[in-house]
Protein backbone atom coordinates (compact mmCIF):
# COMPACT_ATOMS: atom_id res chain seq x y z
CA UNK A 1 0.00 0.00 0.00
CA UNK A 2 1.42 3.46 -1.01
CA UNK A 3 1.49 6.83 0.43
CA UNK A 4 0.26 9.56 -1.53
CA UNK A 5 0.06 13.66 -1.61
CA UNK A 6 -1.32 16.40 -3.41
CA UNK A 7 -0.88 20.13 -3.01
CA UNK A 8 -4.22 22.07 -3.16
CA UNK A 9 -2.63 25.61 -3.15
CA UNK A 10 0.96 26.30 -1.86
CA UNK A 11 2.34 29.95 -1.40
CA UNK A 12 1.87 33.30 0.82
CA UNK A 13 -1.48 33.53 -0.38
CA UNK A 14 -2.99 30.35 0.92
CA UNK A 15 -1.53 26.56 1.97
CA UNK A 16 -3.29 23.38 1.67
CA UNK A 17 -2.31 19.22 1.28
CA UNK A 18 -3.44 15.99 1.20
CA UNK A 19 -1.83 12.99 2.10
CA UNK A 20 -3.22 9.20 2.24
CA UNK A 21 -2.89 5.92 1.72
CA UNK A 22 -6.08 3.17 1.19
CA UNK A 23 -7.60 3.58 4.50
CA UNK A 24 -7.36 6.98 6.01
CA UNK A 25 -6.41 10.57 4.80
CA UNK A 26 -4.91 13.75 6.48
CA UNK A 27 -5.15 17.39 5.23
CA UNK A 28 -2.26 19.43 6.40
CA UNK A 29 -3.36 23.05 6.78
CA UNK A 30 -6.36 25.03 5.65
CA UNK A 31 -5.42 28.17 4.34
CA UNK A 32 -7.85 28.59 1.46
CA UNK A 33 -11.59 28.20 1.10
CA UNK A 34 -13.20 25.01 2.33
CA UNK A 35 -14.60 24.85 -0.66
CA UNK A 36 -11.47 24.49 -2.63
CA UNK A 37 -10.29 21.71 -0.67
CA UNK A 38 -13.40 20.16 -0.61
CA UNK A 39 -13.40 20.58 -4.39
CA UNK A 40 -9.75 18.86 -4.15
CA UNK A 41 -10.88 15.62 -2.10
CA UNK A 42 -13.49 15.32 -5.08
CA UNK A 43 -11.18 15.32 -7.79
CA UNK A 44 -8.67 13.40 -5.79
CA UNK A 45 -11.29 10.46 -5.29
CA UNK A 46 -11.14 11.19 -1.43
CA UNK A 47 -14.07 10.41 0.01
CA UNK A 48 -14.58 13.37 2.83
CA UNK A 49 -15.80 10.14 5.34
CA UNK A 50 -11.55 8.96 4.54
CA UNK A 51 -10.48 12.18 6.10
CA UNK A 52 -9.54 11.50 9.55
CA UNK A 53 -7.59 14.68 10.71
CA UNK A 54 -6.59 18.00 9.47
CA UNK A 55 -2.97 19.09 11.05
CA UNK A 56 -2.21 22.85 11.76
CA UNK A 57 1.71 23.53 10.97
CA UNK A 58 0.71 27.31 12.96
CA UNK A 59 -1.37 29.77 13.21
CA UNK A 60 -0.96 32.83 10.06
CA UNK A 61 -4.22 32.53 8.60
CA UNK A 62 -2.75 31.60 5.82
CA UNK A 63 -2.69 27.83 6.94
CA UNK A 64 -5.91 28.10 8.75
CA UNK A 65 -8.78 29.86 6.88
CA UNK A 66 -11.06 27.57 6.59
CA UNK A 67 -11.03 25.60 9.98
CA UNK A 68 -13.98 26.38 10.97
CA UNK A 69 -15.99 25.04 7.71
CA UNK A 70 -13.99 22.04 7.52
CA UNK A 71 -14.31 20.64 10.83
CA UNK A 72 -17.83 21.06 10.02
CA UNK A 73 -18.10 19.57 6.95
CA UNK A 74 -15.62 16.65 7.25
CA UNK A 75 -18.08 14.08 9.21
CA UNK A 76 -15.13 11.95 10.80
CA UNK A 77 -12.00 14.35 10.90
CA UNK A 78 -10.64 16.28 13.95
CA UNK A 79 -8.40 19.14 14.16
CA UNK A 80 -4.91 18.43 15.25
CA UNK A 81 -2.65 21.40 16.67
CA UNK A 82 0.15 21.73 19.75
CA UNK A 83 -1.09 23.81 22.65
CA UNK A 84 0.65 27.22 21.92
CA UNK A 85 -0.84 27.10 18.51
CA UNK A 86 -4.43 26.47 19.85
CA UNK A 87 -3.93 29.46 22.22
CA UNK A 88 -3.20 31.62 18.93
CA UNK A 89 -5.58 30.45 16.41
CA UNK A 90 -8.25 33.06 16.32
CA UNK A 91 -10.82 30.38 14.14
CA UNK A 92 -13.38 28.73 15.83
CA UNK A 93 -13.61 24.98 16.07
CA UNK A 94 -16.02 23.06 18.28
CA UNK A 95 -14.03 21.48 21.72
CA UNK A 96 -14.82 18.11 20.92
CA UNK A 97 -13.19 18.27 17.41
CA UNK A 98 -10.01 19.80 18.79
CA UNK A 99 -7.05 17.66 19.24
CA UNK A 100 -3.58 18.56 20.99
CA UNK A 101 -0.28 17.15 19.95
CA UNK A 102 3.21 17.48 21.56
CA UNK A 103 5.74 19.27 19.33
CA UNK A 104 8.20 15.92 18.42
CA UNK A 105 6.05 12.78 19.95
CA UNK A 106 4.60 10.72 17.07
CA UNK A 107 0.81 9.94 17.37
CA UNK A 108 -1.48 7.91 15.03
CA UNK A 109 -4.07 8.65 12.87
CA UNK A 110 -6.04 5.43 11.14
CA UNK A 111 -2.99 4.12 9.49
CA UNK A 112 -1.12 6.68 9.39
CA UNK A 113 1.45 8.05 12.11
CA UNK A 114 2.61 11.72 12.10
CA UNK A 115 5.39 12.77 13.59
CA UNK A 116 5.34 16.59 13.99
CA UNK A 117 9.24 18.44 14.36
CA UNK A 118 10.19 21.73 15.48
CA UNK A 119 10.40 24.67 12.92
CA UNK A 120 11.65 28.68 13.36
CA UNK A 121 8.89 30.77 12.35
CA UNK A 122 7.95 33.87 13.69
CA UNK A 123 4.54 32.12 14.94
CA UNK A 124 3.81 30.96 18.13
CA UNK A 125 5.22 27.11 18.29
CA UNK A 126 5.53 26.17 14.83
CA UNK A 127 5.88 22.41 12.91
CA UNK A 128 6.80 20.96 10.46
CA UNK A 129 5.15 17.30 9.57
CA UNK A 130 6.82 13.83 8.65
CA UNK A 131 3.38 11.11 7.99
CA UNK A 132 4.74 7.44 7.91
CA UNK A 133 2.87 4.44 6.07
CA UNK A 134 3.41 1.44 4.31
CA UNK A 135 7.25 1.78 4.95
CA UNK A 136 6.84 5.49 3.48
CA UNK A 137 7.81 8.95 4.43
CA UNK A 138 6.19 12.25 3.03
CA UNK A 139 7.43 15.35 4.94
CA UNK A 140 6.53 18.71 4.82
CA UNK A 141 8.75 21.86 5.42
CA UNK A 142 7.60 25.82 4.80
CA UNK A 143 7.21 28.84 7.07
CA UNK A 144 11.01 27.98 8.08
CA UNK A 145 13.68 30.87 8.36
CA UNK A 146 16.80 27.91 8.25
CA UNK A 147 17.14 24.43 8.61
CA UNK A 148 18.49 23.37 11.86
CA UNK A 149 20.26 19.76 12.37
CA UNK A 150 17.41 18.31 13.74
CA UNK A 151 15.11 19.23 10.22
CA UNK A 152 17.93 18.13 7.79
CA UNK A 153 17.90 14.79 10.15
CA UNK A 154 14.07 14.01 10.18
CA UNK A 155 13.96 14.80 5.69
CA UNK A 156 17.42 13.17 4.79
CA UNK A 157 14.50 9.70 4.03
CA UNK A 158 11.83 11.42 3.08
CA UNK A 159 10.14 9.64 0.01
CA UNK A 160 8.46 12.92 -0.93
CA UNK A 161 9.51 16.07 0.46
CA UNK A 162 7.74 19.23 0.10
CA UNK A 163 10.21 22.12 0.59
CA UNK A 164 10.19 25.85 1.02
CA UNK A 165 11.74 27.90 -1.93
CA UNK A 166 9.91 30.85 -1.09
CA UNK A 167 11.84 33.92 -2.36
CA UNK A 168 14.84 34.80 -4.26
CA UNK A 169 17.20 36.98 -2.43
CA UNK A 170 17.60 39.74 -4.67
CA UNK A 171 13.85 40.38 -6.21
CA UNK A 172 13.15 40.25 -2.33
CA UNK A 173 15.39 43.29 -1.69
CA UNK A 174 14.60 45.14 -5.01
CA UNK A 175 11.06 44.79 -4.34
CA UNK A 176 8.08 47.04 -3.33
CA UNK A 177 8.02 45.23 0.30
CA UNK A 178 8.48 48.01 3.37
CA UNK A 179 11.98 47.16 4.86
CA UNK A 180 10.80 45.75 7.96
CA UNK A 181 9.10 43.17 6.30
CA UNK A 182 12.17 42.42 4.00
CA UNK A 183 13.88 41.71 7.63
CA UNK A 184 11.49 39.58 8.96
CA UNK A 185 11.56 37.32 5.64
CA UNK A 186 15.13 37.15 5.66
CA UNK A 187 15.73 36.47 9.41
CA UNK A 188 16.01 33.05 11.32
CA UNK A 189 12.18 33.05 11.83
CA UNK A 190 11.43 34.16 8.49
CA UNK A 191 11.36 32.09 5.35
CA UNK A 192 13.76 29.84 3.67
CA UNK A 193 14.86 31.73 0.49
CA UNK A 194 15.78 30.01 -3.61
CA UNK A 195 19.46 29.49 -2.39
CA UNK A 196 18.83 28.03 0.81
CA UNK A 197 16.45 25.56 -0.56
CA UNK A 198 19.07 24.80 -2.79
CA UNK A 199 21.95 24.05 0.09
CA UNK A 200 19.30 21.82 2.35
CA UNK A 201 18.91 19.38 -0.86
CA UNK A 202 22.40 19.65 -1.65
CA UNK A 203 22.99 18.11 2.02
CA UNK A 204 20.87 15.79 2.11
CA UNK A 205 20.52 14.42 -0.98
CA UNK A 206 24.46 14.23 -0.40
CA UNK A 207 24.13 12.28 3.01
CA UNK A 208 21.78 9.69 1.17
CA UNK A 209 20.99 8.30 -1.90
CA UNK A 210 17.72 6.84 -2.67
CA UNK A 211 14.56 8.28 -5.27
CA UNK A 212 13.05 11.15 -4.07
CA UNK A 213 10.20 13.08 -5.24
CA UNK A 214 10.71 17.01 -4.43
CA UNK A 215 8.23 19.50 -4.27
CA UNK A 216 9.15 22.73 -4.39
CA UNK A 217 6.47 25.09 -2.31
CA UNK A 218 4.84 28.46 -0.63
CA UNK A 219 6.63 30.64 -3.34
CA UNK A 220 6.15 34.23 -3.31
CA UNK A 221 3.93 35.79 -5.21
CA UNK A 222 5.42 39.68 -5.26
CA UNK A 223 9.10 37.57 -4.71
CA UNK A 224 9.57 34.50 -6.71
CA UNK A 225 8.69 33.05 -9.75
CA UNK A 226 8.67 29.10 -10.43
CA UNK A 227 10.96 29.42 -13.10
CA UNK A 228 13.62 31.31 -11.28
CA UNK A 229 13.03 28.89 -8.17
CA UNK A 230 13.67 25.63 -10.11
CA UNK A 231 16.86 26.68 -12.33
CA UNK A 232 18.33 28.03 -8.46
CA UNK A 233 17.51 24.60 -6.90
CA UNK A 234 18.76 22.84 -9.87
CA UNK A 235 22.31 24.75 -10.24
CA UNK A 236 23.19 24.49 -6.97
CA UNK A 237 22.46 20.87 -7.29
CA UNK A 238 24.80 20.69 -10.61
CA UNK A 239 27.35 22.47 -8.86
CA UNK A 240 27.33 19.38 -6.49
CA UNK A 241 27.53 16.86 -9.12
CA UNK A 242 23.98 16.17 -8.50
CA UNK A 243 21.70 15.82 -11.60
CA UNK A 244 17.83 16.14 -11.45
CA UNK A 245 16.29 13.10 -13.26
CA UNK A 246 16.60 9.53 -11.90
CA UNK A 247 16.17 8.83 -8.65
CA UNK A 248 15.72 12.85 -8.12
CA UNK A 249 12.76 14.77 -9.28
CA UNK A 250 11.85 17.67 -8.80
CA UNK A 251 8.52 20.15 -9.36
CA UNK A 252 7.30 23.47 -8.09
CA UNK A 253 3.53 23.59 -6.05
CA UNK A 254 1.18 25.89 -7.87
CA UNK A 255 0.70 28.45 -5.67
CA UNK A 256 -3.23 28.51 -7.18
CA UNK A 257 -3.45 25.73 -8.25
CA UNK A 258 -3.61 21.62 -7.81
CA UNK A 259 -1.04 19.21 -8.20
CA UNK A 260 -1.09 16.00 -9.96
CA UNK A 261 -1.58 12.90 -7.25
CA UNK A 262 2.37 11.79 -6.47
CA UNK A 263 2.15 8.02 -5.23
CA UNK A 264 5.18 6.75 -3.42
Known sequence: MSLKFCSFASGSSGNSYLIRDDDTALIVDAGI?????????????????MV??????????????????????????SVYANEATWENIERPVAEEKRRIFRTGEDFAV???????????????EPVGFSVYGSDRQISIVTDVGYITEEIAG???HADLLLLEANHEREMLLMGRYPYPVKQRILSDEGHLS????GECLCRIIGDKEKKRQIILGH???????????MLAVVNALEEREIYVGGDTRIQVASRDERSSLFEV
Open 33 to 49: SGRRILQGLEDTGTPRE
Open 52 to 77: RALLVSHEHIDHVKSLPVLSKRLPEV
Open 110 to 124: GSLTIRPFPVSHDAA
Open 154 to 156: EIT
Open 194 to 197: NASC
Open 219 to 229: LSRENNDPHVA
